[in-house]
């Protein structure tokens, strides 16, 4: 069925090509056609080429025992040498170009079906990833795509080196006497389909290990990561035992897995070999002349040699069917998520503009009502402080601008309609940063310009990160780690600040970016945020109030109602507020840590 | 019964590192090994034997003559050999690694469970995984693909170079000098090979890490319209990960050719010295027919081994490497032998103190900074107590002792009259439970949790504790009940923490120690946690750690 689909896609090569089809597995086979040139010529080259070893071997033979009888000379045998080597060294200069293509096709379809599933989950939205689990999904289908161009690479190596030179030892055989031929290959499928037969074993014992092996290490983790807890239990005992019945368990099925994976192989070969009984005898009478055909001694030889290899390649041809099957069932879970589109992508930066935001409510899609009654008219430069008690639910109302679920009431930016522009408009106008700095494993300049042309250094130095990062080794070109792990916690919200305000839109969403520095280091950034983005509306987001009073406007949560005003208007109508202020303005720092817990549980 | 455990016990704990359990494996499955030996001994011989064989056929069909039918049929009967010899030769040689990494498993749990507390919170579970399952496993292939192999292919070499020094004197001069440089060769390419895997593994982990961490940053990524920018990233990892890719593929596609061209120059070389005529040469290269298809055949078989030899140095190589980690484990530090049999009376009378700390001065081994300072107190039967003090204080320290995790420096820590830590451990947990401020999950169902695989408690009595705990109709509601097996999703952190009461609470224990259990919680579980406790203290001796100092605490002890 596959050398089909081989077939065809060799007819398509010659058509002009159709329309892209990405999900489509002959795509890659088409797209790669240098490469597979290069396979197919070097490969027929290689697998034809085999038969010359055996053949010049028979010769060789031949013209010594000529040589021994007197009837040929040295030079004979010069030449026959020498053809022998290059024709060696041909065959296998082919067999390495093929070799390596092949591996290159392999690398290359690998990466195109990477591409093609990373472009399409970098555009999928944050609530198809983590609420529906379509990020794990993907995450398994590129771990495929490994499986799936191994398989395509093995499938592509194996039909030149068992298809190809399975016939042509075959085609050889038959030439020199067909009959002793047959005779000798009568028991190759005998090998084969017990080979294949066996092959249900090896995969049902091989399962089972794999199991067991994941047992084992879940069992070593658990007991390594409660050890404290067992002791205190007095459990240690009864834990050793119920792990010493895992490695017995283990035991046994790696023991079986190896066994029908290691110790058959021989067994099939010595079936494969049977028919050399025939082949030494009958092949013998041939030469003597009392055979089916007349043979020479160079004859009977090279038959012999080109019997040994095909006995050995014959069981190779299972590789080819399984490789085939492997690379199947990878591709099935591919596939669907193979369709190519186009995106649009870049976010369209929009000019500095007023925000009018009326009666807006909110409510996760099935959930209560988060907050109501959001009312807001903001002009460029201006900095809104939203603040309220611990889960009132101001981080909801930053990431209503994300547009991630529908709002009710209207959000206008220079008159249109939030939920009306495209997502590269939305996106051209609302920055945000939330709790998580969301920082890559990259360098610190990196992090800051995710590829844009700017300087780096003015943006660090507006939060005050400039000084730490010139002590560091590497400077800006120190790599923060995985989700920032080198940096502290006070230093990956600067970064995360720093990029922001590298990719300033005209709508800033900041929630909670001081929650980590000390109150100075504070008040000095939010001096320069006013600085650097005069023409944006800045939203920040906030427990901790000082800074409150160098608020444009406050918005107050309580109770799911959203009020806006002055800092003195929220002050003199909210009892609660003017508590919070006055707990704070005595200058106990501390409070923001107390504060800070469950603020972030909040989804 | 017991003592004979006991005796196996001692006996493992003389094992101090990996060449002594191998020693007493190799030991305790003579038969296995000596099979081993012989069946590497045999698939060496009988390997040698067609060619040998095939040479005397076609010298026979050379010199005219019928091949006996008994000459065809020995050929046959040494091949089948040679498989079967190899076949169980791979087959015990399994059996034999298998044997080897359970012991070795085994022996390093034993000395896991003997750690002192100290070391076991200074080992990272992922470490002492990789220690018991990776480094384990190399030393497995030292043995399934490495040292037996390596022998065993040197055996063949030396074997068929002897072969071919009886049949031919001038190729065996010439293999001599071969074979270094293609062990050079064979040598230089997999040290290449390898290091363009790791620099490929590598690459390949941050391409493969750009997946999550794109996922984790999707929100940035989206609202700065830097989608194009990550894919360019991956495309530079991916393509980082493929010129290392290429690189393996280079050696990997060089070798062979280069092996079979010089296989095929030796064979030329043969065949033209055996026909120059000359008689000095001849001396060296002179053969017959037969013996040329013989030596043809053996100089193939030569090559092979000399590839094997390479891969397996490099299996040594690794697997020495953890040996050595493994051999660090081992010399971790263990617990002093226990005091068996422990005759001290337990003292139950009212008056005398249940928990009693005399004196005590204490330090962590690894820091010099004292903890307690003759702290000395008492908690009577039935007291309910909470330990206060600045953080840092050694609240936690004085659990770790009373649990019986760690000793005293100075001064004795008792539990009704008994050293605490030489309590045993099958009286432990009714003589107290702990409750800590995070649920430790263990692998299994909801009743495991509570039990701790302790089957000993009944099914009433885990429903009492459950009862206590107040989950017993949360537990009931889930779809197996008591068997439903545990995720983190199916109870909330409060209910966790209730979970921990019961797991506490189900072996009815005199004392309970509570180590700042509503730390982590909001207002309303933390008042079911409380009432919970109110239930589980009922009768019992109660000794709490908290900042939270209220009127239902009981008596407060500050250091």
Known sequence: MRKNAWKKEQERMKQISEAVKKDQILYYFKTQWPVLLAVTFSGLIYNLGLLAGPWFEGRMTGCLVDILGGKAGYQDMLVLVTAYVMSIAIVQISRYIKRFYVRRFANNVNRDMKEILYRSLVHRSRAELEEEGVGNVMTKAILDVDDCAEGMRKFTTEIFDTGVALAAYVGMLLFYDWRLAILGMLFLPVSYVLAEKMKRNVQRTGAAYKEQSGDLSAATLDRATNAITYRVYGREEERRQAYEANLTDYETSAVKTNIWSTAFPPLYRIISMTGVLFILYFGSKNVLGTGWKIWDVAAFTTFLSCFLKLAVKSSHAAKLFNAVHKAQVSWKRIKPLMKETTYEDDSLVQEPGTLEVSDVSFAYPGGEKIYEDFNLSATPGQIIGVTGAVACGKSTLGKTFLCEYPYEGRICFRGKELSGMTKAEQNGMVGYLGHDPELFNDSVRNNILLGDDDDPEKYLKAVCFDGEVAEMEEGMDTIVGNGGVRLSGGQAQRLALARTLCHKRPVLILDDPFSALDRKTEEEVFANLRKLVADSIVILLSHRLYLFPKMDQVLWMEDGKVTAGTHEQILEKFPEYARLYEAQADGADAHSTQEGGPDHAEK | ?559
């Open chain 2, 1 to 559: 019964m017991q003592k004979n455990k006991q005796m196996q016990k001692n006996k493992r704990q003389n094992v101090k590192n990996v060449r002594s359990v191998i020693r007493q494996t190799v030991t305790g499955y003579a038969g296995l090994s000596l099979g081993i030996v012989l069946a590497v001994a045999g698939a060496i011989v009988t390997a040698l034997l067609p060619p040998w064989i095939l040479g005397s056929i076609v010298d026979t069909i050379t010199a005219g003559n019928a091949v006996p039918v008994a000459l065809v049929i020995l050929y046959f009967a040494f091949t089948v050999l040679t498989g079967l010899t190899e076949s169980l030769r791979e087959g015990l040689l399994t059996v034999f690694g298998q044997k080897i990494t359970h012991a070795l498993r085994s022996s390093m749990m034993d000395k896991y469970t003997n750690l002192t507390a100290g070391e076991l919170t200074k080992q990272e579970p992922g470490t002492i995984v990789s220690r018991f399952v990776g480094d384990v496993d190399t030393v497995e292939h030292l043995f399934t693909s490495g040292i037996i192999s390596m022998f065993a292919d040197a055996c063949k070499i030396i074997s068929i170079l002897v072969v071919i020094w009886l049949k031919n004197r001038g190729l065996a001069i010439v293999l001599l000098i071969l074979l270094p440089f293609l062990y050079w060769f064979t040598r230089t390419v997999q040290k290449n090979m390898l290091k363009a895997q790791i620099e490929n593994r590598r690459a390949v982990g941050r391409a493969s890490g750009h997946v999550p961490e794109t996922l984790h940053n999707i929100r940035t990524i989206h609202t700065l319209g830097k989608e194009r920018y990550m894919e360019q990233r991956y495309d530079e990892y991916i393509a980082e990960s493929y010129r290392a890719v290429d690189r393996t593929n280079f050696y990997d596609a060089i070798y062979s050719p280069v092996i079979l061209i010089l296989n095929a120059i030796v064979v030329a070389f043969v065949m033209l010295f055996s026909a120059s005529g000359n008689a000095k040469v001849l001396t060296l290269f002179g053969m017959s027919a037969g013996t040329a298809v013989a030596v043809i055949n053996y100089i193939s078989q030569i090559f092979t081994p000399v590839e094997s030899l390479g891969m397996e140095i490099q299996t040594i190589q690794s697997a020495v490497a953890g040996v050595h980690r493994i051999n660090e484990f081992y010399v971790l530090e263990e617990l002093p032998e226990r005091v068996r049999n422990l005759e001290t009376p337990v003292t139950t009378e009212e008056e005398t103190p249940f928990v009693e700390l005399q004196n005590v001065t204490f330090a962590y081994e690894d820091d010099s900074r004292k903890i307690l300072h003759h702290l000395s107190f008492q908690v009577y039967p039935g007291e309910q107590v909470t330990l206060s003090g600045r953080t840092g204080a050694g609240k936690s320290t004085v659990f770790k002792l009373l649990l019986g995790l760690y000793q005293p420096g100075e001064g004795k820590v008792l539990i009704q009259g008994r050293d605490a830590f030489q309590i045993p451990e099958n009286e432990k947990r009714s003589l107290y439970g702990y409750v800590e401020q995070t649920f430790h999950r263990v692998p299994g169902t909801v009743k495991d949790q509570i039990t701790l695989y302790d089957d000993s408690f009944t099914m009433e009595e885990v429903r009492e504790a459950a009862r206590i705990a107040g989950l017993d109709a949360t537990i009931e509601q889930l779809e197996k009940g008591y068997d439903t097996l545990c995720t983190s999703e199916i109870f909330s952190q409060g209910q966790w923490q209730l979970l921990s009461i019961a797991r506490a609470a189900v072996a009815k224990p005199k004392l309970l120690l509570l180590d700042e259990i509503t730390a982590n919680l909001d207002a309303q579980t933390e008042e079911e946690v409380l009432q919970a406790l109110k239930r589980a203290s009922e009768g019992r001796t109660v000794i709490s750690i908290s900042h939270r100092v209220n009127a239902e605490t009981g008596r407060i002890i500050t250091f």
